[in-house]
Structures are given as C-alpha cells and as structure tokens.
C-alpha cells in the first residue's frame, strides 16, 4: 500500500517564510498519520486470523514524496 504526498507549498502566502523541510515533515506526517489509521480501520474491520489481517500485518505500507516547486 502507498500512500502518496505532494509538496507545493504557498511561497507568497503563510509559508514565505518557512522552509521546504519544514513543509515536507508537516505534510509527510499527515500521510503517515492517515496510512496509519486507514490500515487500523482495515485491520479491525477483518476478521481476526484473517489473510486479509496477516497481509495487513506483514506488508510494509510506503510513502512516496513527490516535491514540487511553482
């Protein structure tokens, strides 16, 4: 599973001053706080024992960061 983000901050608005490693860490934890509770809610929809859960359990779930600049 590959959960996706993309970096195109506001340069003239609220992140005029803020670097793009500092936008990149925000952004990059929302993604993984999101895989995190969407693989939660899969898991605890699955029936315990399951394929789906053992999948679930050994898959690593990846974030692809595509930085982008205006």
């Known amino acids: 599973m590959v959960h996706a983000y993309r970096?195109?901050?506001d340069w003239g608005g609220r992140n005029s001053d803020?670097?793009?490693d500092?936008?990149?860490a925000?952004?990059?934890?929302?993604?993984i706080r999101a895989a995190e509770h969407e693989l939660t809610e899969i898991v605890a929809s699955a029936i315990h024992g399951s394929v789906a859960e053992?999948?679930?359990n050994t898959?690593?779930?990846g974030v692809l960061a595509v930085p982008t600049r205006k």
């Open 22 to 24: 500092v936008i990149e």
């Open 59 to 61: 898959l690593p779930c």
């Open 26 to 31: 925000e952004e990059k934890e929302r993604v």
């Open 7 to 9: 970096i195109a901050p």
């Open 18 to 20: 803020r670097s793009i």
């Open 54 to 56: 053992q999948l679930l």
